[in-house]
């Protein structure tokens, strides 16, 4: 599948999102103390940041995809809902849905995290049914959008937004015009009678549909394999992606065998929201014509997008398009190294840098490449123009050329992109690409890095890797000589 010629599409799709309207709140700061209190630590809060959760983190992720998006929801009339309903604004999605109660305070989860580490969570929210009269203004609501759009997402969180009349609604409206409609619910049964296309439970819902106990890491694709054509039933969907943390998902079609998708595992405290992402980008791909493996591999990319990133965050159709994008592994043009790094650092990627001349590759520049791409995520290597090689090695340097050292470089998997440098230190490269760890190998130390001050006030780390005995360019070169004169 050609996802860079479907992502573009994604601008002609119109998605209507119905679901909880929340603010998550992440309050940053420092803790060098105890409270005399309790022994809790006291965080010195630095900065907030705002951004939309639930259906509204869903509606934003549609919209950063390019997608056409309006948002149905009921909320609070206080400080929280107007954050919420401006960021929305902001992000492109339309607002002219969402109905303002003032009986209701709006949902808001805030998080302290002192260092990068979260400390506490805490929540308030009106949760219970709404009154008859605003329930009423969702449904007129709902009548007068669903007719101008191409597909419908559900997003429940049991909050009480998505009643048994706003699904009584819904369901008239899809007897009278069918369109596409995705479930993501705690209580996915309740939409059973709207047969939805899709629906998208995580692995606690799905066992809790089946009524199966938790599975250990690691076998649990296996338990839910075996109950695909229960999933369906019980939901009444044609197609339902279980979603399984750091194993991936499973995608189970009627009449069709299982799909798996596979996910890069990340600590939990960075996959705030990624199921909003995955449900979005899911809807967007089907209603873009996509099948639903292809539109599931689609959630996948996105979802990985955003797990890389800190708190709750979106996957824009940029950053989509470049995830797909075949890797340009050679880079003749610094510009285009510097887009890159930018790229990947508005991903949350890490980026290691490391330099050498590699005129032959052996064992010891296989282990420490591998070494040095373990401290991140993305390794780039820049390499020692032929002149540059002939001031360090001398004369009867290199051996190999460069633009042969270079591919050789770049047929590695741990290898992500290799440039040339003509300078005596690749400091220019370094500024461009400013790394979060620069790998020198154990024969060299920190003191004699010429390029350490600045990565370092570039805020990077110098990483001086194992040195491997006997495992050089020059000792290979000395062998062939020594052979050579021998024979």
Not at 173 to 183: D, E, G, M, T
Not at 461 to 486: H, M
Request: with cysteine; hydrophobic share 40%.
């Amino acid at each position: 599948m050609d996802y860079q010629n479907v992502i573009p599409q994604f601008r002609q799709q119109k998605i209507l999102v119905i679901g909880e309207l929340m603010l998550d709140v992440y309050l940053y700061g420092t803790s060098n103390r105890i409270c005399r209190e309790a022994p809790v630590p006291v965080v010195n809060v630095q900065s907030r940041e705002d951004v939309p959760g639930a259906a509204a983190n869903a509606a934003v992720n549609l919209a950063a995809l390019g997608a056409q998006v309006r948002y149905l929801s009921i909320t609070g009339q206080d400080r929280d809902s107007q954050t919420v309903i401006r960021l929305l604004s902001h992000a492109g999605v339309h607002t002219s849905g969402v109905v303002c109660d003032p009986t209701r305070q709006t949902i808001t989860k805030r998080r302290v995290l002192s260092d990068g580490q979260l400390i506490v969570r805490y929540d308030d929210g009106s949760t219970g049914t709404p009154s008859p009269y605003f329930e009423r203004q969702l449904i007129k609501k709902l009548t007068a959008f669903y007719p101008e759009v191409d597909a419908v997402l559900l997003s429940d969180y049991g909050y009480g937004v998505i009643t048994d009349r706003v699904i009584a609604a819904l369901q008239s409206l899809q007897q009278r015009q069918p369109k596409l409609l995705v479930v993501d619910s705690k209580n996915l049964p309740r939409f059973h009678d709207l047969h939805p296309t899709a629906v998208k439970p995580n692995y606690a819902e799905a066992i809790q549909l089946l009524g199966l106990a938790k599975a250990d890491h690691g076998r649990r694709v296996d338990q839910i394999l075996a109950h695909g054509h229960d999933i369906l039933d019980i939901t009444g969907a044609m197609v339902a992606a279980v979603t399984i943390d750091s194993e991936g998902a499973v995608i189970f079609e009627r009449g069709k065998s299982p799909y798996r998708t596979y996910a890069r595992p990340v600590p939990n405290s960075k996959a705030a929201g990624a199921g909003d992402t995955y449900i979005g980008t899911l809807t967007l791909g089907l209603s873009s014509g996509l099948s639903p493996l292809e539109a599931a591999e689609l959630a996948t990319a996105a979802a990985t997008v955003v797990v890389h990133k800190d708190g709750t965050s979106t996957c824009s159709a940029k950053e989509l398009m470049d995830f797909f994008k075949p890797p340009q592994k050679v880079i003749t043009d610094r510009a285009e190294l510097a887009s890159r790094a930018q790229g990947y650092r508005e991903q949350g990627r890490k980026i290691v840098f490391t330099n050498g001349c590699f005129d032959i590759l052996h064992r010891g520049h296989i282990t420490y490449l591998t070494q040095a791409k373990a401290l991140g995520d993305i390794l780039v290597v820049a390499v020692n123009s032929d002149e540059g090689v002939r001031r360090l090695k001398g004369a009867d340097r290199p051996i190999n050329l460069l633009e042969d050292r270079m591919h050789v470089l770049a047929a590695l998997d741990c290898v992500d992109h290799v440039v040339a440098f003509e300078e005596d230190t690749p400091v220019d490269l370094i500024r461009l690409v400013k790394p979060d760890v620069y790998a020198k190998g154990g024969d060299y130390t920190k003191a004699t890095l010429p390029e350490a001050p600045f990565v370092e006030a570039l805020g990077g780390k110098v990483e001086i890797l194992p040195y491997i005995n006997e495992r050089s360019t020059t000792a290979v070169i000395e062998k062939i000589r020594a052979l050579d004169k021998a024979g």
